[in-house]
């Protein structure tokens, strides 16, 4: 596995963040998302849930004999790899040693290659799920909390099949993200004997879907499954089907679930239902508290996993025993796994003394987390469904 690297990967870190001083009074993470693009209704608050977690270690005073962790935050725009690229060389400029994000899986993949490799900086994105990210090239450099969408696809089959719907067409943002869930879906649901009609990829960006949507309309279907994004081109495509009456119910991927979606269409997608990455149980239930209380809306999506992202990168810098690049990439899957005491969101102070006293840690986190494979999570999902204009929970699988 692409994680047996590490090794070699530890003694070959270079330039940037591996250079920092491991007790300097400042110590920079980036925090790399989409502030602009087809997701930038829900990354303002995955920023803020990043953030909380640094806040939280620094006013524990348990950080690296007094270090503090600051953000500096850079946008990826989520569609464009050069631009995610250059914001990714800035922030290594600037001497991160380490980044949360990026957020979309191409803005990942641009990144790890032409930035986090090169320069051995470590990073965990909170919702890049592209199942090709699985056995990307990484010197065991790349992490995330939010599971692949090779689990994702297999989970909405499973929804549809459940429900008796057994044809279906398919949009899907035509991009990294959109054309591996797109595949994993299609064998998971075509595999359990379902049908579908078409298969459409829509761009992002554009201002008239009814080419594609008069495509799918043909092809018929008892619902339009949208793999998509819901700031973009997935409402796009989900507005002209509810103009023209091609679809009136939708299933909907991760990328679709944001509030601006209700708040924009919510009124007239009533039973319209989907997945996305999602957990219960106490780790949730102590994030929701933290949150609050800190008036974040934690509630959005991939917050949770947000959070988790840059608490389990200040975790590893203290089980290394240094605020630096080598050390966070070298000790990330030690924090996230047992054996060690199970932290929960509001616990990093805790878990700092812990490690500080030579003892380990198993951060649970708000996901529940537990890193497999090349340091991937398993993850659980929310399959949730559209009723009175808002979302209402299913069940969790």
Not at 103 to 125: D, E, F, Q, R, Y
Not at 200 to 210: P, Q
Request: hydrophobic share 45%; proline share 3%.
């Amino acid at each position: 596995m692409k994680k047996l690297l590490m090794a070699t990967a530890a003694t070959a870190l270079t330039a940037g963040g591996a250079m920092a001083e491991s007790h300097a009074s400042e110590v920079k993470f980036g925090v790399l998302l989409g502030f602009t693009g087809p997701i930038e209704s829900l990354t303002p608050m995955m920023g803020d849930s990043a953030e909380l977690a640094l806040t939280e270690v620094n006013e524990s005073g348990n950080f690296l004999d007094g270090v503090t962790l600051t953000a500096t935050r850079a946008d990826t725009t989520c569609v464009d790899a050069s631009a995610a690229t250059a914001a990714a060389e800035q922030l290594v400029s600037e001497g991160v040693v380490a980044i949360v994000g990026a957020a979309c899986s191409g803005s990942s993949t641009a990144v790890l290659a032409n930035v986090a490799v090169p320069n051995g900086v470590p990073m965990i994105s909170p919702s890049s799920t592209s199942p090709a990210l699985s056995t990307a090239e990484d010197n065991g450099l790349f992490f995330r909390t939010a599971p692949s969408d090779a689990r994702q696809g297999e989970v909405l089959a499973n929804v549809l099949m459940d429900k008796g719907v057994d044809t279906v067409a398919v949009t899907y943002t035509n991009n990294d993200y959109g054309k591996g869930f797109s595949d994993a879906f299609a064998a998971a649901f075509e595999g359990a004997g379902g049908t579908i009609t078409t298969s459409v990829a829509h761009e992002d960006g554009k201002g008239d879907y009814s080419a594609e949507v008069g495509a799918l309309a043909s092809a018929g279907g008892d619902a339009l499954v949208v793999l998509g994004y819901a700031d973009q081109g997935g409402k796009g495509v989900i507005q002209s089907s509810l103009d023209t009456g091609a679809f009136d119910t939708f299933v909907m991927g991760d990328g679709m679930y944001a509030d601006a979606l209700l708040a924009d269409l919510g009124g007239d997608m009533e039973g319209s239902y989907g997945t996305v990455p999602w957990s219960e149980g106490e780790g949730a239930d102590a994030f929701k508290a933290i949150t609050e209380a800190a008036g974040i809306n934690g509630e959005s999506s991939f917050t949770r996993e947000s959070y988790d992202a840059a608490a389990l990168l200040a975790l590893a810098a203290m089980k290394g025993g240094a605020a630096t690049s080598e050390a966070i990439a070298a000790n990330i899957m030690d924090v996230a796994n047992a054996p060690g005491e199970p932290i929960l969101p509001g616990e990093l102070g805790k878990a700092l003394q812990i490690l500080a006293d030579g003892g380990e840690v198993d951060y649970v986190g708000a996901t529940n987390v537990e890193l497999v494979g090349p340091g991937e999570a398993a993850g659980s999902y929310r399959e949730y469904v559209i009723k009175g204009g808002a979302y209402e929970t299913v069940t969790f699988r």
